[in-house]
């Protein structure tokens, strides 16, 4: 909680402009009768923040009156204002030189050597004022601020405390001792004394937050939302309270308290793209996507290079199936960083939810262009290559891909897919040994494998033993429930066969294959009915666009056992 280094210049400014209202009257007089109407044309350019103008009047101003120490400070300020440090301390020295007991010009003087981290005159300045009024407790606060920007902690304190002893009421110099017990993590005499300027009254919102920052950093979130929450009671435009509650009530899982202070922090900043971005990420978080694409618009209209908002909305609208406006998005992603290979990632696998291959294909074989080291690069892509029927090309790609990852237990699951479609079926053996060599707990090899045992009616004990382990590994899989039920069937046990099943379309549903299988051991019970009804359903759900390129020979299949049955 770095509460000096961060916050000291804004702290400071206000004190001085509250301070210089208060200073005892060794100030030099407003500016005279021929200065006075320049002077007032610049206050009212001041008001309406035209800073070049207000300058410009205040000069005119101090052409009829070269003498005004106050015009030469008010100039001084308004030059600290515009960010001109340099003129600004040229300006404020020559009031001072005019004039070395004015207050106001010391203590300009004071920050903007401060701003420059001029320590030792900063220091001068203040002390200068202490002298000329020694209970102006603003001057000693501006030196014990200074102190503890510069960490010299004790004599911080010091100061603080002779404040207090001076005036028992003074809030500010508890809360600023408050804030160096921080620095110097004593934080249960930072409670202590802030605890002070609460039982005093009117403590600002600034106590209640440096409070509530403590309880956050000791772990008491409920002191630490208690303290957040009065702070936005006093000061409603607290953003960066707001903003720390935010963090508390997303750390907590209460998404709604979250998006109530991000919603009025957009109140008071409409155009705060940040906010809607965190705001979108809650919603994302909440799978309410609808919301967190409305929330991402919102900044892409506003800055459509921002990647973050246009891969947020690219992921949400995948996340909702809209996969064609995802792709578009990956698409200006690509464009706007070319050679980032996670957007073409997305791109690419947008691209085979779409049925894209081809230019899934040339994607990945993009990004083999600027990133040859990730195997799953190649996996993906020799998968692609199985997908349009390419195998050769396939395994040509999947091999590149052991040059680098020859341990890789999914290239080499994949590379015995590859060998299946194929026919090349003792080396598929060895790709899946290979694979569980590698991962023992392969859960796709132990089924393949023991499944195509079983369909090719050999090694059944080791079939099932596989299998076995694949249910123990993934019990709600229907899938390798089915291969169970599969390697009943083809011991025999049909009754076991027909409980796995059974069990298999609780988990996935209606699916062809595992009715074609359904119906085979309804034949060998001598179930007839059933067997006609279930390949006859196996058919049905064939044509559906889900299944139909998943067994492209189950339509020959099981027309020819109902014609057979028949």
Avoid at 3 to 8: H, I, P
Avoid at 234 to 262: C, F, G, M, R, W
Wanted: aromatic residues 10%; charged residues 30%.
């Amino acid at each position: 909680m770095k509460f000096f280094v961060g916050k000291f210049i804004l702290i400071l400014l206000i004190l001085l402009f509250s301070a210089c209202s208060t200073l005892k009257r060794t100030e030099a007089p407003e500016p005279s009768k021929e200065a006075y109407y320049y002077y007032i044309l610049g206050i009212e350019s001041e008001i309406n923040h035209d800073w070049e103008e207000a300058l410009k009047q205040y000069m005119h101003a101090l052409k009829e009156d070269p003498d005004s120490v106050y015009l030469k400070t008010h100039i001084g300020r308004l030059f600290l204002r515009k960010g001109d440090i340099d003129n600004a301390v040229l300006m404020t020295k020559t009031a001072v030189e005019q004039n070395p007991d004015y207050a106001p010009a010391l203590f300009l003087l004071g920050e903007l050597y401060h701003s420059q981290k001029d320590f030792e005159n900063a220091k001068a300045m203040y002390e200068k004022v202490i002298r000329l009024s020694p209970d102006n407790f603003e001057a000693y606060i501006y030196l014990g601020t200074l102190y503890a920007t510069n960490k010299k902690f004790d004599e911080a304190i010091n100061i603080f405390k002779k404040v207090i002893a001076m005036d028992r009421d003074n809030v500010m110099a508890r809360f600023y001792l408050g804030n160096v017990y921080v620095e110097t993590k004593r934080y249960d005499d930072a409670v202590t004394v802030l605890e002070e300027c609460i039982a005093l009254g009117n403590a600002p919102d600034s106590v209640y937050l440096l409070l509530g920052s403590i309880y956050k950093s000791k772990g008491n979130t409920d002191k630490s939302i208690e303290n957040f929450q009065r702070a936005v009671e006093i000061n409603p435009h607290n953003i960066e309270v707001k903003e720390k509650l935010v963090e508390i009530y997303l750390k907590q899982k209460s998404p709604d308290k979250a998006l109530e202070q991000l919603a009025g922090i957009l109140k008071q900043q409409p155009d705060n793209l940040q906010v809607h971005l965190i705001m979108a990420g809650v919603y994302i978080d909440n799978e309410q996507y609808e919301k967190a694409i409305e929330e991402l618009r919102i900044v892409i209209n506003a800055d459509p290079q921002n990647v973050t908002a246009r891969y947020l909305l690219g992921r949400s609208l995948s996340d909702i199936n809209k996969f064609d406006e995802a792709v578009e998005q990956f698409k200006i992603l690509s464009g706007i960083k070319p050679q980032d290979v996670t957007f073409l990632m997305h791109l690419a696998i947008l691209f085979r939810k779409v049925n894209k291959t081809d230019d899934e294909i040339r994607t990945y074989e993009n990004i083999l262009t600027i990133e040859t080291s990730k195997p799953e690069v190649y996996l993906y892509l020799g998968a692609s290559y199985a997908q349009k029927g390419d195998y050769a090309k396939a395994e040509e790609i999947l091999k590149k891909g052991f040059a680098i990852a020859p341990e890789d237990e999914d290239l080499n699951f994949q590379l015995a897919m590859v060998y299946e479609k194929i026919g090349r079926y003792d080396e598929m053996y060895l790709q899946l040994k290979k694979t569980l060599k590698i991962n023992p707990n392969h859960v796709d090899a132990l089924n393949y494998l023991g499944y195509t045992y079983a369909e090719k009616g050999i090694n059944l004990d080791e079939a099932l033993e596989l299998i076995k382990k694949a249910v123990e590994l993934k019990p709600e899989s229907g899938y390798i429930l089915d291969s169970l039920g599969w390697v009943y069937f083809k011991k025999g046990l049909y009754e076991d066969a027909l409980r796995e099943l059974k069990k298999a379309l609780e988990f996935t549903g209606d699916d062809p294959v595992i009715f074609e299988h359904l119906g085979d051991i309804y034949l060998k019970m001598g179930n007839k009915k059933d067997a006609l009804d279930s390949w006859e359903k196996s058919l049905k759900l064939q044509e559906l666009p889900a299944h139909y390129d998943k067994d492209k020979g189950l339509t020959e299949r099981v027309t020819e056992k109902i014609k057979k049955l028949k």
